[in-house]
């Protein structure tokens, strides 16, 4: 079978795959403890050698997960021989992370969440992606917010299509957020940043001002943002067309 020899056999079960197991089933139990999702809610992913996914299975309560239920599939979603125990199936969110992995060959794994701030300004119509918070800015850069698109469908890899390339954390319409890593424990820090930084512009909102930072410090977080992920000029830069909120960021105003 064409299959067999990428299929990872008890011999090949090395230390990498029970590491990341247990990462995924860390970052799935503080997932659920922080308040991101409820019950069977979320997914996480990472990547299993070049050729594989080690992923969360549907249906299965988050706070419950155990290291033998994750999945193993191709990097088309399918299952491989042995990737699954009693049946179980990857969630039909993995659409999400497989383009996600597709179009960054930089990304280890992925995220996804229903935070609860960060779902209630897309329901409002809030955008995360002004620049508010000096480390939201230095880590994640700009937060987008993508279209709306019906959970599970294939809208869901459509709507982050043209940004996920371009940015590590986004604002999915009414259904929370994606994120992407190095590790699954780096992808959820950002999952964690990006709902801190919807709590506390919605209680800036609700106080009555969000002031957004002066452009000549924009600039400043910018370069750390350069310096610290070795990011090009161009990929460091805010996401000006997706805020508005200030003039616009440009390096030499
Ligand atoms: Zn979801």
Known sequence: MAHDKAVPSETTLHQDERALRTEIVRVCRLMHERGLIAATDGNVSTRLGEEHLLTTPTGVPKGLL??????????QGQVVPGG?????????????????YRLRPDVAAVVHAHPPMTTALTVAGVSLAPCVIPETLVNLGTIATTAYAT???EQGPQVIRALIGTHDALA?????????????????GKMEKVENTAVVLAAARALGQVK???????????????????L????????????????GFRWND
């Open 172 to 188: 999915l319409d009414r259904h929370g957020a994606v994120t992407v890593g190095q590790s699954p424990m780096d992808a959820y």
């Open 232 to 247: 090009s000029a161009e990929a460091a830069a805010p996401d000006c067309a997706r805020c508005g909120a200030c003039p």
């Open 212 to 230: 957004i930072l002066p452009l000549d410090e924009i600039r400043r977080l910018v370069a750390m943002r350069r310096e610290h992920l070795g």
């Open 84 to 100: 699954a125990h009693d049946g179980a199936r990857p969630s039909a969110e993995l659409r999400l992370h497989l383009e996600a």
């Open 66 to 75: 155990r290291e033998e239920d994750l999945v193993i599939t191709d990097l």
């Open 151 to 153: 959970p599970t469908s």
